[in-house]
Nanobody
Framework: QVQLVESGGGSVQAGGSLRLSCAAS????????LAWFRQPPGQEREGVAS???????NFADSVKGRFTVAKDNAKNTLYLQANSLKPEDTANYYC?????????????????WGQGTQVTVSS
């Protein structure tokens, strides 16, 4: 199984950018589809973006055109580049993984999770 550790969260003003990282270990990186989820305070966890093993991406409508996702196979790391941040992007951001080819943004279908990294966007 794979272990996931997120980093890169922080506090930014609206319009700013952050790059979140998710370092994977414990299994063959290329076997896993990976995804980003977020959980705003007092709300349910929601999908942000996914990257399957074939390189296809899937984004939530709320972040299309602002967020991108990519991975570095040499570093076993997944990235989320978040641009033009808005206060409503404030949440704890989680990395998730599942073996095989998956694009879904439904949190219940992902098997492995990191501990999360907090993103706070002020107006």
């Amino acid at each position: 199984q794979v272990q996931l550790v997120e980093s890169g969260g922080g506090s930014v003003q609206a319009g700013g950018s952050l790059r979140l990282s998710c370092a994977a270990s414990g299994d063959t990186f290329g076997r896993y589809s990976l995804a980003w989820f977020r959980q705003p305070p007092g709300q349910e966890r929601e999908g942000v973006a996914s990257l399957d093993t074939a390189g296809y991406t899937n984004f939530a409508d709320s972040v299309k055109g602002r967020f991108t996702v990519a991975k570095d196979n040499a570093k076993n790391t997944l990235y989320l580049q978040a641009n033009s941040l808005k206060p409503e992007d404030t949440a704890n951001y989680y990395c998730a993984g599942r073996a095989g080819r998956w694009e879904t943004l439904s949190p219940t279908l992902w098997h492995y999770w990191g501990q999360g990294t907090q993103v706070t966007v002020s107006s």
